[in-house]
């Protein structure tokens, strides 16, 4: 269980901590300690003495408590200086007892410091009184003066204002799903084999939730295909075979093919005689060197594929306008066939529409919206997605998967899909889009929960915060779990953290859309505890958590590399030993004295508190 502590003095406009905390805070703050013990939570009101935003501020936490998501804060930036030194020494003196500090390395006098990494000299000394006052914490409160708290009951005003707008905007806190019995057409058929996209991962996961109930409470919205101008936001018409006649000429001459490395267009073309397909194949040819282009060996169609896919589009654009509309509070499209991998000339990895992608482009090219981001926690980078957005910064992608595995030297990029040097950490975006592209390359297998909180907790959060989205999209794999085929060991509970952590963005505006994942019972177990997320519903099983030594190497590489471009990533130091220095100093006589005649710890006297009416900024 957790306890809090609420004292509501740090907010703006309390004379007793003269701090800058805004009210919508403690709902972020509250929301993130309700992902432990399973949400039980307690909060418990202890000091907050300016009406104003004591008010507003147990307003937002009582909400968040309820179910509503988090009032959005605006994009925060760097943390004051004081702060993270404060924070630093915290860590240096705790980080021997808790396994979860282990991100900043000690200092070697020995060794000078890499290039660009500072060093923090912990001091942690006893700061105590050495002549104590009775009740010197109240008699030191100082009130703002008259212009003081004018500006403060103008800036408290409007943000009472903009946390009402937001509160009117948001009538449903229902969860929306996406599915069409349509995308079980897509690679399907006697012909169709060793395929891990198979129909039956979307009737495990729709199956199941309906079993357990959770698709009763939730809307289902109504799924159309996607057109040519949606697909045409992302990808290149001549090329493409979404809206082009490729798929529709395909399923004309072939019932199933499956395109393998061997294969070009030109030796697909040998197996036609029909001139018109012919002509559409030649139409895909490489204009400047009139060679056929080759085609990975995991693209699947059948009849029906071609609908399919506009469907997948479709659906998860069905899905993020109800949620962008405030129809539903959040969502899960799913889809099939998945599309991180699909680029915008041509598929790949089993997709052929980006479905996340073209939800983005969307969102910022025809919805208004200023930034998105894009989660992927996949087991697989999402390259068609990275490729999309790399000099976008309206656009924050980040990916959490595997990248080497330790056969193969980081020269080649690793031997996991996709191949090739895209997937690693130093690709951060070029021109306007340098940083906004995040990469998290585990670099061995069976990473688990603790791996993947850590990296959200260290770099996920704070950079998301700092970027401030209008809505989050969710390439939401499950080939990360503990027994599917990507060989990591995420448990529900891990897929359960990363989803309720997210809802803390963008004013709970999360959409998730289906990747990977392909053993039956890894599917259905993921998938429920995502709803439950999305649905505030709790998970029973909560374990210490704790990141493991190769992945804490990880994600200070990525810290390292991504800390030029975010403010917020201000904690990766040097740490020299602490000098520690606990205990307080002998009493001189006075304090003795004054122990002895109880005034240190005694509680005030009611004549040295001053009165509410000298507190609050309501006059």
Request: glycine letters at 8%; proline letters at 6%.
């Amino acid at each position: 269980m957790v306890i809090v502590s609420a004292g509501y003095d740090a907010a703006i406009g309390c004379p007793e901590g003269r701090m800058n905390v805004s009210p919508a805070f403690y709902g972020h703050f509250t929301h993130a300690l309700m992902n432990l013990a399973g949400g039980k939570i307690a909060v418990i009101l202890e000091g907050g003495y300016c009406a104003d935003s004591l008010s507003e501020g147990v307003a937002c936490t009582l909400e968040v408590l309820l179910g509503r998501p988090p009032i959005p804060l605006p994009a925060l930036g760097r943390p004051d200086q004081s702060v993270v030194d404060s924070i630093l020494n915290v860590i240096s003196v705790l980080r021997d007892h808790w396994k979860g500090l282990v991100f900043q390395d000690r200092f070697d006098v020995g060794v000078p410091p890499s290039k660009g990494m500072k060093v923090h000299k912990p001091e942690v000394v006893f700061n105590g009184p050495t002549e104590p006052c009775a009740n010197e914490a109240y008699c030191a409160s100082v009130l703002y003066s008259a212009s003081e708290r004018v500006d403060i009951r103008h800036r408290l005003a409007a943000l009472k204002s903009s946390y009402d707008v937001f509160r009117k905007s948001k009538s449903s806190l229902r969860t929306c799903y996406g599915y069409d019995i349509g995308m079980l057409d897509h690679a399907s058929g006697p012909l169709v084999t060793d395929v891990w996209d198979t129909p039956q991962r979307l009737e495990w996961i729709y199956d199941h939730l309906k079993h357990c109930g959770i698709l009763h409470a939730c809307h289902a919205v109504d799924v159309l295909p996607a057109g040519k101008g949606k697909m045409a936001l992302f990808h290149e018409y001549e090329q493409s075979c979404l809206d082009g006649l490729f798929l529709r000429i395909f399923e004309s001459h072939f019932l199933s093919w499956k395109f393998c490395f061997s294969s070009t267009y030109a030796e697909v073309l040998e197996t036609a005689s029909d001139e018109a397909f012919i002509q559409t194949v030649k139409f895909h040819t490489d204009p400047a060197t009139d060679i056929s282009l080759r085609w990975a060996a995991d693209l699947f169609a059948s009849k029906g594929s071609a609908d399919a896919i506009r469907l997948a589009v479709g659906c998860l654009q069905s899905v993020v306008d109800e949620v962008l509309g405030g129809k539903s509070l959040n969502g899960f499209a799913i889809v099939r066939p998945p599309g991180h991998h699909a680029h915008s000339n041509h598929p790949a990895g089993f997709c052929f529409a980006n479905n996340v992608g073209i939800a983005a482009k969307t969102l910022i090219e025809q919805r208004g919206l200023k930034r998105v981001l894009i989660v992927d926690y996949d087991v697989h980078h999402g390259d068609g997605v990275q490729e999309a957005f790399y000099d976008d910064p309206r656009v924050l992608y980040i990916s959490i998967h595997r990248g080497l595995n330790g056969t193969k030297s980081k020269e080649n990029g690793g031997d996991f899909y996709p191949l090739g040097p895209g997937k690693g950490a130093k690709n951060v975006g070029t021109r306007a889009g340098v940083g906004f592209n995040i990469n998290l390359p585990w670099t061995e297998k069976e990473k688990a929960d603790g791996d993947y909180i850590s990296a959200f907790l260290q770099l996920v959060m704070p950079v998301a915060y700092e970027f401030a989205p209008e809505m989050t999209l969710v390439c939401c794999g499950f080939d990360a779990a503990a027994g599917d085929k990507g060989q990591m060991s995420v448990s529900p509970a891990g897929f359960y953290l990363m989803t309720r952590m997210l809802k803390s963005l963008a004013g709970g505006r999360l959409v998730l859309a289906l990747e990977g994942g392909y053993k039956q019972e890894v599917l259905e177990q993921s998938s429920e505890a995502v709803m439950r997320a999305l649905m505030d519903l709790p998970l029973v099983k909560q374990e210490s958590l704790h990141p493991s030594e190769k992945a804490v190497r990880d994600i200070k590489s990525a810290l390292d590399i991504q800390t030029p471009y975010w403010t917020c990533l201000q904690y990766r130091v040097l740490l020299e030993e602490p000098s520690v220095n606990p205990q307080a100093p002998p009493p001189n006589q006075s304090q003795a004295q004054a122990s002895e005649q109880g005034v240190v710890g005694n509680p005030p006297s009611e004549e040295s508190i001053p009165s509410l009416s000298e507190l609050t900024i309501t006059g």
